[in-house]
C-alpha cells in the first residue's frame, strides 16, 4: 500500500518515541519487535521487564533488547507521574491514595509519560476496551488546543479512484464521539482535514459534512445542527473548502451535485467526510468497508494534544505495526 509506505518513510527520519502499555501481549511485542527491527520508532513498553525477555525469547524476537522497558509496579520514576497526575486531576477529586495506585495501571502510566514528555504517543487496545484506552487519554492528555472534542477517523481505501484524494476518502468521527453539539461537529470537519492532509497527504481536503437533506431539502432539527456545525467550521477554518450540510450523493457525485449543490466547491468532490454522528459514521464506514470491498485504516483519533490510538481487540501484527508508524507521523505533525 503506497500510503504505508510514506507513513514508514516518514516516520523512520524522524523517530519518535511510541509507548505501548501492553507490553506483555503477543502482538504488540511482536510489532514492537518489528517496528524496533526496521527502525520505524523507538519503542517503551510497559510491564514486568522479566516477564517481557521471557516472552521475547520465547517468541524468537531479537530486537526487544533495543526498547525502553519501564515496570509500573516497580517504577523508580513514580512520584514524578504521582505529583503530575494529582497536579491534573485533584481539582475533579483524584485522592493521593488513588494517584499512588492509578501509576501502577499501564493504561494511565502510558498518559503520563506522554503528557510529561517522556513519550511522543501511545497506542494500545489489543487487550483492552476502547473506553478504557481513551478515558485516561481524554483525562490526562486531553484535546489541544482549538479542538472541540476528540474523535475517529478512517482512511477508507478504495481499489476503484473515482472518488476522493487517488482512491481514498477520510471519514469521522467513527469511534469518538457519540453525539457532538454543533460546536463539537464543526470541530471534527476541520481536524479531519487537517488528518487527510498531514497524516495522508491529502494536498486538497475538500469537507462534507454530511446529513439526510442537501440545501434546504428536508427540516429538521437534526439537519440545522449540521448547517450550525459548517458554519462553525468556516469560522474557525476560513480558508478550508468546506459545505454543509449535503447527502452523501451529493458530496460524492458530481451529476448530483450539480443539481443538489449548484456552485459548492466541495460537492460532487468531497473527500474527507463528516457524519452527523458517531452512530452514522460507526454504521457508515463498516458498510463501506464490507460492501464495497474497501479497506479501513484506523480509527485514527484525532483532535488530542498528542496522539493516543486504540487497537480492535481483533488486531493483527500488522495492525499494530501500521497504527504505532501513523501515530509516529501524528506525533510529527502535533509538533510542526
Ligand atoms: C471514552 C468514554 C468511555 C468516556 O466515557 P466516560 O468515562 O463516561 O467519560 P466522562 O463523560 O466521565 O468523561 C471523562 C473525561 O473525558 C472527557 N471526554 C469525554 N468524552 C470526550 C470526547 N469525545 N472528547 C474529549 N474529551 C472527552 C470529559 O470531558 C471528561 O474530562 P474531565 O474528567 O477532565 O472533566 C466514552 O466517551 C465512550 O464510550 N466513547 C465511545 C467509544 C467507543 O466505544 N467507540 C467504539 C467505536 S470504535
Request: proline content about 5%; some cysteine; hydrophobic content about 45%.
Given at each position: 500500500?503506497?500510503?504505508?509506505?510514506?507513513?514508514?518513510?516518514?516516520?523512520?527520519?524522524?523517530?519518535?518515541?511510541i509507548?505501548?502499555?501492553?507490553?506483555?501481549?503477543?502482538?504488540?511485542?511482536?510489532?514492537?519487535?518489528?517496528?524496533?527491527?526496521?527502525?520505524?520508532?523507538?519503542?517503551?513498553?510497559?510491564?514486568?521487564p522479566?516477564?517481557?525477555?521471557?516472552?521475547a525469547?520465547?517468541?524468537g524476537?531479537?530486537?526487544?533488547s533495543k526498547?525502553?522497558?519501564?515496570d509500573?509496579?516497580?517504577?523508580?520514576?513514580?512520584?514524578?507521574?504521582?505529583?503530575?497526575?494529582?497536579?491534573?486531576r485533584q481539582?475533579?477529586?483524584?485522592?493521593p491514595?488513588?494517584?499512588?495506585?492509578?501509576?501502577?495501571?499501564?493504561?494511565?502510566?502510558?498518559?503520563?509519560?506522554?503528557?510529561?514528555?517522556?513519550?511522543?504517543?501511545?497506542v494500545?487496545?489489543?487487550?483492552?476496551?476502547?473506553?478504557?484506552v481513551?478515558r485516561p487519554?481524554?483525562?490526562?492528555?486531553?484535546?489541544?488546543?482549538?479542538?472541540?472534542?476528540?474523535?475517529?477517523?478512517?482512511?477508507?481505501?478504495?481499489?476503484?479512484?473515482?472518488?476522493?484524494?487517488d482512491?481514498m476518502?477520510?471519514?469521522?468521527?467513527?469511534?469518538?464521539?457519540?453525539v457532538?453539539?454543533?460546536?463539537?461537529?464543526?470541530?471534527?470537519?476541520?481536524?479531519?482535514?487537517?488528518?487527510?492532509k498531514?497524516?495522508?497527504?491529502?494536498?486538497?481536503?475538500?469537507?462534507a459534512?454530511?446529513?439526510f437533506s442537501t440545501?434546504?431539502?428536508?427540516?429538521h432539527?437534526?439537519?440545522?445542527?449540521?448547517i450550525?456545525?459548517?458554519?462553525?467550521?468556516?469560522?474557525?477554518?476560513?480558508?478550508l473548502?468546506?459545505?454543509?450540510?449535503?447527502?452523501?450523493?451529493?458530496?460524492?457525485?458530481?451529476?448530483?451535485?450539480?443539481?443538489?449543490?449548484?456552485?459548492s466547491?466541495?460537492?460532487?468532490?468531497a473527500?474527507?467526510?463528516?457524519?452527523?454522528?458517531?452512530?452514522?459514521?460507526n454504521?457508515?464506514?463498516?458498510?463501506?468497508?464490507?460492501?464495497?470491498?474497501?479497506?479501513?485504516?484506523?480509527?485514527?483519533?484525532q483532535g488530542?494534544?498528542?496522539?493516543?490510538?486504540?487497537?480492535?481487540?481483533?488486531?493483527?501484527?500488522?495492525d499494530?505495526?501500521?497504527?504505532?508508524?501513523?501515530?509516529?507521523?501524528?506525533?510529527?505533525?502535533?509538533?510542526?
Amino acid at each position: 500500500m503506497a500510503i504505508l509506505d510514506s507513513i514508514i518513510a516518514r516516520a523512520k527520519q524522524n523517530k519518535q518515541r511510541i509507548v505501548l502499555p501492553e507490553g506483555t501481549e503477543e502482538r504488540t511485542l511482536k510489532a514492537a519487535d518489528q517496528i524496533l527491527a526496521e527502525g520505524i520508532a523507538n519503542i517503551i513498553l510497559l510491564g514486568s521487564p522479566n516477564e517481557i525477555n521471557k516472552l521475547a525469547s520465547e517468541f524468537g524476537l531479537k530486537n526487544i533488547s533495543k526498547a525502553t522497558i519501564i515496570d509500573p509496579e516497580n517504577n523508580p520514576n513514580s512520584q514524578k507521574y504521582i505529583d503530575l497526575l494529582l497536579q491534573l486531576r485533584q481539582r475533579k477529586g483524584l485522592q493521593p491514595e488513588q494517584a499512588v495506585e492509578l501509576v501502577k495501571d499501564p493504561l494511565y502510566l502510558a498518559c503520563l509519560l506522554v503528557k510529561a514528555g517522556d513519550a511522543d504517543g501511545e497506542v494500545a487496545g489489543a487487550k483492552n476496551y476502547t473506553g478504557n484506552v481513551l478515558r485516561p487519554a481524554f483525562q490526562i492528555i486531553k484535546t489541544r488546543q482549538g479542538a472541540k472534542c476528540v474523535s475517529g477517523a478512517f482512511l477508507m481505501i478504495f481499489k476503484d479512484k473515482t472518488y476522493g484524494h487517488d482512491g481514498m476518502l477520510l471519514f469521522a468521527d467513527c469511534a469518538a464521539t457519540p453525539v457532538p453539539t454543533a460546536e463539537e461537529l464543526g470541530s471534527i470537519a476541520v481536524v479531519s482535514a487537517g488528518t487527510a492532509k498531514s497524516i495522508f497527504g491529502f494536498d486538497d481536503p475538500k469537507v462534507a459534512i454530511m446529513s439526510f437533506s442537501t440545501k434546504g431539502s428536508a427540516k429538521h432539527e437534526t439537519v440545522d445542527k449540521v448547517i450550525e456545525a459548517g458554519n462553525f467550521a468556516k469560522q474557525y477554518a476560513p480558508d478550508l473548502k468546506i459545505d454543509a450540510e449535503l447527502q452523501a450523493d451529493a458530496a460524492l457525485v458530481p451529476s448530483v451535485a450539480k443539481s443538489k449543490a449548484p456552485g459548492s466547491e466541495v460537492a460532487g468532490q468531497a473527500n474527507v467526510l463528516v457524519f452527523p454522528s458517531l452512530e452514522a459514521g460507526n454504521i457508515g464506514y463498516k458498510l463501506v468497508q464490507r460492501l464495497a470491498g474497501a479497506e479501513a485504516l484506523g480509527p485514527i483519533l484525532q483532535g488530542l494534544a498528542a496522539p493516543v490510538n486504540d487497537l480492535s481487540r481483533g488486531c493483527s501484527v500488522e495492525d499494530v505495526v501500521k497504527m504505532i508508524a501513523i501515530t509516529a507521523n501524528q506525533a510529527i505533525a502535533a509538533k510542526q
